[in-house]
């Protein structure tokens, strides 16, 4: 089974006005965490960020970087992530826009 929601992720990023390299930057600036794939930041410190970050908003990062765009293996978990989101796209901006407010406002590592 091959999903695709390349355009999905635009439409989202789109609504929310921040590019895919943008977020990235915030996420890597905020948390001094480059370590997963092309230098986004990892779970870990995704998290250490602020304890109102849950595993909704991780799994929306998980989408946004494009973990979800293409893949043939699709575990239980992330079927019924990506049932969720295509149901209501709308949720996936607001919980990404919920993403970019916390880190903005912590101060960045250093």
Avoid at 18 to 28: P, T
Avoid at 31 to 39: D, R
Avoid at 66 to 82: H, N
Wanted: hydrophobic share 35%; net charge neutral.
């Amino acid at each position: 089974m091959i999903k695709s929601n390349i355009g999905l992720r635009r439409a989202v990023l789109q609504a929310v006005g921040i590019k895919q390299s943008e977020l990235k930057a915030l996420l890597r600036n905020k948390s001094g965490c480059e370590m997963q794939h092309t230098g986004w930041t990892c779970g870990t410190c995704f998290f250490s960020i602020s304890k109102d970050l849950d595993n909704k908003e991780w799994q929306t990062v998980l989408f946004v970087r494009g973990d979800y765009d293409l893949f043939e293996e699709v575990t239980d978990r992330k079927q019924y992530f990506l049932d969720d989101i295509s149901k209501d796209p709308s949720e996936l901006a607001e919980t990404l826009k919920k993403v970019i407010k916390i880190y903005e406002t912590v101060k960045m590592v250093g």
